[in-house]
């Protein structure tokens, strides 16, 4: 499995105010926001997020889900970012 691309990785040049996905390589629009926390690094109320496109969803969920890191997976519009969150 591969994992997301760093933040400052190449993105679309569309727009480069416009959220996309997070999964290695791929340049879609974000529709998804996968919260996540790494119990041996971070507190517990403290989320990273991945951002997912509609094709990614599932796939970095599990890649989140088999080491018990997903917390929670919302719609981008919907989403509100907690204090202390980050992007990772």
């Given at each position: 499995m591969?994992?997301?691309d760093?933040?400052?990785s190449a993105r679309s040049t569309e727009s480069a105010d416009a959220?996309?996905?997070?999964a290695k390589g791929?340049?879609?629009?974000?529709?998804w926001v996968l919260a996540w926390?790494?119990?041996k690094l971070h507190t517990p109320e403290r989320r990273k997020t991945w951002l997912a496109c509609e094709e990614h969803r599932e796939?970095?969920?599990q890649f989140l889900g088999v080491r018990g890191f997903l917390k929670d997976v919302v719609?981008?519009?919907?989403?509100?970012?907690p204090e202390?969150?980050?992007?990772?």
């Open positions: 591969n994992s997301p760093s933040p400052g959220p996309t996905c997070s791929c340049r879609e629009a974000a529709v926390n790494n119990p796939h970095l969920s719609k981008l519009d919907e989403w509100i970012q202390g969150s980050e992007r990772a």
